[in-house]
C-alpha cells in the first residue's frame, strides 16, 4: 500500500489520540500526589534535527507533566548503545537497526514509528558511472550502512534482479565516509535514505539506480527500554502521541518545517523539502500488519545474515502504547 494511500486512515486512527492523551488524565497519572522534587524525567535521545525540533515547531514541547532530559547524538547507532546501556528511556533509529540490537538482548521494545515512503531510500551512482540499471551491479563495490538499510538494500536488490548478495562487494561505511567514497569514485554505488538521497542527487548529481520499493517498510521505530516502560509508563505514553500529533502537523507544513530545521542542521532549504516532500512521513500504530511486515523483513534480514537469529517480531514491541487510536485492533 503506498503512503499516500494510508496518510487519511492513519490521520484518522490518531485523530482520537489528544482527546485520550492529553488531557487531564494523564496528566494525573504522571504527577498526582507527587510534589515537584519527584516529577517524572526522561531521558531521550535525538539527533540535530530530530524529535525536538519536530515537537518545538509544532508547539508540542509546552506544557509538559514530566521533564524531559535531551541528549544529542550524531547517529542512530550510539542512541542504541545508549539505551541498552541503561542511560537513555527513549530513542528511535531504523527498523532493522533495532532489530540487531534487540537479538543481541538489549531490554528494549519498538513502542511507537513512522514510515516513510520506501522508494526514499535508494542506491546511488555517480552521474558519470556507467552503471544503468540494478542488474549492472555485478562485481561492483557498494557501500551502506551494516545491520540497517543500506545493507539490506544492497542484499534485496541483487536478489531482485537475479545475483547473489556474494556477487557484489559489501563496502560497510556510514553516510559521511559513503558520501565522500561515492563521490572520489572508490566505491561504485551508494545505498542510503534521505535526506542523503535529496543532497546528492540536487547537489553532487548522482543518479538512483535502485530503490527500496517492494523491498523494506521504511519504518523509523520509537524504542523505549523495558525499564522505562515499566517504570515511566504514562510520560512514555505521552511523549509517542505527541510525536504522533507533531508528525501529522509537519505532513501539513512541510515548507515551514524544512525551513526550521534547515536553520538547525545547516543543511540547505531546498534538500530538505524534497526530502520531506518525497518521504511524506507518516506515524503508524503497531498492529498486526506492521509486524507482518517487519517479521518478513527481519526472515529475509536473516537469511541474508544481517540478523544473526531467526526472531519473533510480536515480541519485540510493545502494541500498547499505538492500541488506543487503532480501534478494536
Known amino acids: ?38 516529577i517524572v524525567t526522561l531521558h531521550v535521545g535525538d539527533q540535530k534535527g530530530g524529535n525536538r525540533s519536530l515537537l518545538e515547531i509544532a508547539g508540542l514541547a509546552r506544557d509538559l507533566p514530566y521533564k524531559i532530559e535531551w541528549s544529542e547524538f550524531p547517529a542512530a547507532a550510539p542512541i542504541l548503545e545508549a539505551l541498552n546501556a541503561g542511560a537513555l528511556d527513549v530513542g528511535y533509529t531504523g527498523d532493522l537497526a533495532f532489530l540487531t540490537v534487540y537479538a543481541a538482548g538489549a531490554p528494549i521494545k519498538a513502542i511507537g514509528g513512522t514510515r ?8 546511488l551512482v555517480r552521474n558519470d558511472s556507467p552503471i544503468k540499471t540494478a542488474a549492472d551491479l555485478k562485481g561492483k563495490r557498494l557501500a551502506g550502512t551494516r545491520g540497517g538499510w543500506g545493507q539490506f538494500l544492497i542484499d534485496a536488490t541483487l536478489e531482485k534482479a537475479g545475483h547473489r548478495a556474494d556477487d557484489a562487494t559489501f563496502a560497510p561505511l556510514g553516510p559521511v565516509d559513503a558520501k565522500i ?14 535526506p542523503y ?21 521504511t519504518i523509523t521505530f ?37 525551513k526550521s530545521t534547515a536553520e538547525l542542521t545547516k543543511l540547505p532549504e531546498d534538500v530538505l523539502l524534497s526530502a ?11 498492529d498486526a500488519a506492521i509486524v507482518r511486515e517487519v517479521q518478513e523483513a527481519s526472515d529475509r534480514a536473516t537469511r541474508y545474515g544481517i540478523l544473526s537469529k531467526t526472531l519473533d517480531v510480536s515480541k519485540a514491541v510493545d502494541r500498547s502504547f499505538t492500541a488506543a487510536s487503532a480501534g478494536s485492533n
Open 1 to 38: 500500500m503506498s503512503i499516500f494511500s494510508f496518510r487519511p486512515a492513519i490521520r484518522a486512527r490518531l485523530h482520537s489520540v489528544g482527546a485520550a492523551f492529553f488531557g487531564a488524565a494523564v496528566g494525573f497519572a504522571i504527577t498526582a500526589s507527587a510534589p515537584a522534587a519527584e
Open 222 to 258: 520509537l524504542v523505549a527500554s523495558d525499564q522505562a516502560i515499566a517504570t515511566r509508563r504514562a510520560a512514555v505514553q505521552d511523549l509517542v502521541q505527541r510525536l504522533n500529533k507533531a508528525r501529522l502537523w509537519s505532513l501539513d507544513h512541510l515548507g515551514e518545517y524544512a
Open 197 to 217: 538521497v535529496s543532497y546528492a542527487t540536487l547537489k553532487d548529481h548522482a543518479r538512483i539506480i535502485a530503490d527500496g520499493e517492494g523491498l523494506t517498510p
Open 116 to 123: 516513510a515512503d520506501a522508494r526514499t531510500q535508494a542506491i
Open 276 to 286: 520531506y516532500t518525497a518521504q511524506r512521513t507518516s506515524p503508524i500504530v503497531i
Open 181 to 194: 567514497a561515492l563521490i572520489a569514485g572508490s566505491i561504485d554505488g551508494w545505498a542510503v535514505w534521505e
